[in-house]
């Protein structure tokens, strides 16, 4: 556009030349050549094809006055910075043809002439100036907004990081509350029914016996109680992650590619059963494969759960799968407690389970949300 405009302007100070000269044959011939050459300057992508143009330009100009007279805005497409040592040669030229060719052009269309050609020169350099601000604009914007997204970026790694250390210390609390309940509350509670089982032998008064067995119903309800709570704090005190990335360290058959993207929210059942399932599948892989990597992915989606084991070796003895669901032809005889352990879990958590042998071994088990 800013291109445009300048060849626009200089095409309207060409016609200052109708003050010096009458609107010919030359002047319309100029003209519309000025019109065809910023038409072509357009689509000239190569230097050579453009300088043939120039050479062209100047040569018409030796002859055509009113070719001349456009020479301003013609000059003013092929100003460029890699260049300009030629376009100075050109400019030089154009005034020594308008000065000495066949034109005759008087001392005031010499003068309208040079005038032009510097007004080409500065609108060029404003052009290029505006360009360059242009692109130093584009750039700053685009590292900002990529600064922005670095910033971004890492923020949410922050929130994650807090997150997953809020939830292990919580977890972590969990587990010592319920470590303290067992080891003060439950020890206490014990000896109080001991010594409420003993008051209850010695005791010979009849009319304490029923208040002693009250007493003792009422300690071992709480007893029970107290157990309970214990076993479900220590069982949401598990993390997933945490075990699984222990299990995963404490593998040392063959390396093994760790993927986890579940959320906080685990239901009790999946935890064990995943980690049941991990455990008895690193087990089979170095009791029945020459693996040399595993990879182990565990992933929620938004109405699932998804659990895959899957290694690149072959097998050395058959493992059979027992009572899975889903299972390839090469597996489908036999008795192997561990997939078949697999495939009991899996079924109780209302999921599927698929094994398949194509190029290793493949364990892979979806278990709906709504079931778990």
Known sequence: MRRMTGQLLLILYSFLFLLLSPADLNFVVGFLVSLICIGMQMFLKDDWERYVLLICILAGSWYCVGICEFLPVLFYGFWTKEKRGIMILAVAGGIFTGALGNVNLSHGQMYLLIVGILLSLVLKLKEEAYEELEQEYRETRDDSKERNLLLHEKNRSLIEKQDYEIYTATLQERNRIAREIHDNVGHLLSRCILIVGAMKIVNEDKKLSSSIEQLEESLNTAMTSVRESVHDLHDDSVNLREVTEELVGEF??????????????????????????????????????????????MREHPALYQLIVEDNGTVKEPIQSGGVKAVSREYQSGQGMGLRNMSDRVRMLGGMMQIVRKEGFRIFITIPKEVS
Do not use: Q, W
């Open 252 to 297: 040392t058959f063959c390396p093994v590619d760790l993927s986890y993207d579940m959320g906080y929210d685990v239901p009790r059942e999946i935890k064990y059963g995943f980690i049941a399932i991990v455990k008895e599948a690193l087990h089979n892989i170095v009791r029945h494969s020459d693996a040399s990597k595993v990879k182990i992915v």
